[in-house]
């Protein structure tokens, strides 16, 4: 999980005209030409890289198979399910947290092997309504208790409640909406432009810092390959973040975990540390069939400040 900076949402509201306009009638419409019985395998890998200028490090990685089944096709849309064939995690951090976190990745993909979402779309194939929510909910509650339990009876355990960490006190904590999210999310990137149409071609657009927001640059690519039928669309947005906000967000942070006391005395350190803004950029690249299966889906954000940067990446190929 990337720090309190990095999960921070850019939400811009006044947009500028764009730069580049294409011909209205040279578009791509994202069109699920779907049908009943349809299967697709997807392979899914994750990772977490921490780079330097000296540097590249990936932190940790998982892996996930998933296969949607389109089990009705009407005029009006398509009901489909999306299973969870099997799930492998890894982690490089050999602190005892580390070894912690990956016995709950390992035990975890084997619990939700088999899981499935249920799930509906309108006639573009763009996901409508998940039919099975309460039942996930529930599903995923019960399984991370058991998944704790057996966590609580490892030896590295010992050495966490030693260092004043309570793994049970984590647990009910947790958010379950959270959890659940964390099973479709890379279902809705699979879904993520259907029903839209978009124009051919290269865009950019500025949006200026607002009070709730960031002076971000928006950057959106789409193309057609003639020969084939395959398109292509890809996002890039990259966000500015004032150093300032970056050492008071981060003072907050301290504060909580150390106390204002340390926080007013180290306060001339961390201006010496920040001497230039931050930047957070997301990235999501989707190819399709022509049929409207995604073929590959590339997702990262990266979060950079100073010489400093960590990014997410998660990877979806068709198989």
């Avoid at 299967?39 to 200028?53: F, H």
């Avoid at 124009?199 to 690519?221: K, L, P, R, V």
Wanted: charge should be negative; include cysteine; aromatic fraction near 6%.
């Amino acid at each position: 999980m990337l720090s309190v900076v990095c999960s921070m949402l850019v939400r811009a509201q006044s947009v500028n005209p764009m730069d580049t306009i294409a011909p209205k009638d040279s578009t791509v419409d994202v069109i699920g030409w779907f049908a009943k019985n349809d299967t697709a395998d997807y392979l899914i890998r994750e990772s977490i890289w921490k780079i330097s200028p000296n540097d590249t490090v990936m932190s940790a990685s998982a892996s996930t198979k998933v296969r949607i089944i389109v089990t009705d096709s009407t005029s009006k849309g398509f009901k489909m399910d999306y299973t969870i064939l099997e799930m492998r995690g890894d982690t490089f951090d050999v602190s005892p947290i580390g070894k912690v976190q990956r016995a709950l990745t390992e035990r975890w993909g084997k619990k939700i092997a088999g899981t499935t979402v249920h799930f509906e779309t309108d006639e573009s194939g763009r996901i409508t309504k998940i039919t099975n929510v309460g039942e996930i909910k529930k599903q995923a509650k019960s399984l991370y208790k058991d998944i704790i339990n057996e966590v609580l009876g490892l030896e590295d355990i010992k050495q966490i409640k030693e260092a004043g960490l309570d793994i049970k006190d984590l647990m009910d904590k947790d958010d379950i909406d959270e959890m659940v999210e964390g099973f479709v999310e890379e279902l809705k990137l699979l879904f993520e432009y259907h029903g839209q149409s978009m124009n051919i071609g290269e865009y950019s657009e500025h949006e200026d810092a607002t009070e709730s927001s960031f002076a971000t640059d928006i950057y959106t690519e789409v193309s057609l390959d003639k020969d084939d039928g395959t398109y292509t669309i890809t996002s890039q947005t990259t966000a500015t973040i004032p150093n300032s906000q970056v050492k008071e967000l981060l003072m907050d942070k301290v504060k909580d975990i150390a106390g204002e006391d340390i926080v007013e005395k180290n306060s001339g350190a961390l201006d010496d540390i920040f001497k230039s803004d931050a930047t957070k950029e997301n990235i999501l690249s989707i190819i399709y069939h022509p049929v409207g299966w995604p073929l590959k889906v590339v997702k990262q954000s990266s979060f950079k400040m100073e010489d400093v940067q960590k990014a997410e990446q998660t990877v979806i190929y068709l198989e």
